[in-house]
DNA sequence: AGGGCATATAATATAAATATAACATATGAA
DNA sequence: TTCATATGTTATATTTATATTATATGCCCT
């Protein structure tokens, strides 16, 4: 699912810094859009193609006010003030011309990044975006899905939850030990064979991803990265 | 319209605040209930009856975040944290347990209220009025009536609700535990089977929408769209 | 290079989760 | 009450995942 993100803002830098994050970040799940200027702003927007706005106010031509109020007229897209005006009246008068939410320069690029996942969450019934990545592999929780190169693979449960530790700690060693201690429990008393068994299965439905788990002998195995 | 309101918070002070800006700036229009430790909190928000939450994060008992977390499990209602910490992270990590919004204290009255009033616009809308799709399958919240292809089909009242379930978290594995407590109720005692006889029946009624009804082994269920 | 230990692999057996169907009970309308 | 529909239970079938074992291969150290 990609979204689509408005930016005005004529700021060139905070328009950079806030493509580049949200783009790694979701991993290409925005496709951001931008106006410069304030009737750029109003005209992009009434084409109403957008599934959520982040308005400066202080804008050249049309301010961020008068864009959000002519707006409210014709649309409930979500829209989230981002401004240099920390005021309690202006983020009153933000509320009150019918924002959703309010953030102050200079901001969180990762709390702006969570109040447009949460915003997003609610407006469109949509799922939060915590996909996890490396080098070819994706895995998402949220859903219980696994893409290698951006295609499916489908991986028994066993598969999945080891699979998700070795990216929750990625680079890292884990021993077969810790393996069964986090999936078996600590009473577990069978054959550590076992472990090797499910890397083995997760390795080949992986594929070309298979290839990024390594076996570091005697310690057990790691999430090669780069 | 009377919006339910919960404070979970251990300071009997600002609950007091809460109340009488609220009722006083709303005109009664909020009915507004307490819970003073995290162990009701978590207790009344799982009759789920309120509209939104104000949720303290340091409460005598359970924490907020604890609370958050455990009540994501089963539902959707918009949480609002409001909390002494200022912490980035513990922004973060609220927003990471599904949290819409977070205020830190000492904050404007009139700021929360309109933070309030925002989220509510927001999450009534979706729910109560817009119909819902995923594929071929459509659902009008306020009508209960489903579509599969412009084609009406009858559900009955508990496969309606499974499927108001799904296409709410599009995407999004439930598990039968979660369908239990939120249909059911957390004291159900009965054989979890039952989840899976009503899928069965709902996918049927479903026809051709019903594969889009995915089975996670060992996890749940999902509404794949992609 | 070769012995000894560690890991990979494959085949098989076991166990577990889920789907299904048939039945029993409850609920609600006519 | 009676009928129809909805819901819950149970037993069984089917699918899928998991664990065990035996054997092959590979790695590392002297």
Redesign the pocket.
């Known amino acids: 699912m990609v979204f689509k993100l408005l930016v005005v803002e004529d700021d060139a830098e905070i328009r950079e810094i806030i493509t580049d994050y949200f783009t790694e970040k979701s991993n290409q799940a925005f496709d951001i859009d931008f106006a410069k200027t304030g009737d750029e702003g109003i005209e992009k927007c009434m084409a109403k193609e957008y599934d959520l706005v982040l308005l400066d106010i202080m804008l050249p031509g049309i301010d961020g006010f008068t864009i959000c109020r002519e707006l409210r007229k014709v649309s409930n897209i979500p829209i989230i003030f981002i401004t240099a005006r920390h005021s309690e009246s202006d983020k009153l008068y933000g509320y009150h011309l019918g924002c959703d939410d309010y953030i102050t320069k200079p901001f969180s690029l990762a709390e702006l990044y969570a109040k447009v996942m949460a915003l997003l969450k609610r407006s469109k019934g949509m799922v939060r975006n915590e996909i996890m990545t490396a080098g070819c592999i994706k895995l998402d929780p949220y859903r219980c899905t696994v893409f290698v190169n951006d295609k499916e693979v489908?991986?028994?449960?066993?598969?999945f939850?080891i699979l998700k530790i070795l990216m929750e700690n990625r680079g890292k060693v884990i021993s077969?030990e810790s393996f069964i201690i986090r999936?078996?429990g600590y009473d577990?008393?069978?054959?550590?064979?076992?472990v090797?068994?499910?890397?083995?299965?997760l390795?080949?439905a992986l594929g070309e991803g298979g290839k990024l788990i390594k076996?570091?002998?005697?310690?057990?195995?790691k999430l090669e990265v780069e």
Chains 1, 2 share one sequence.
């Open positions: 489908a991986l028994a449960p066993l598969e939850a077969r999936l078996w577990f008393d069978g054959n550590e064979r076992v090797d068994n499910h890397v083995k299965k390795r080949k076996t570091v002998f005697k310690k057990g195995y």
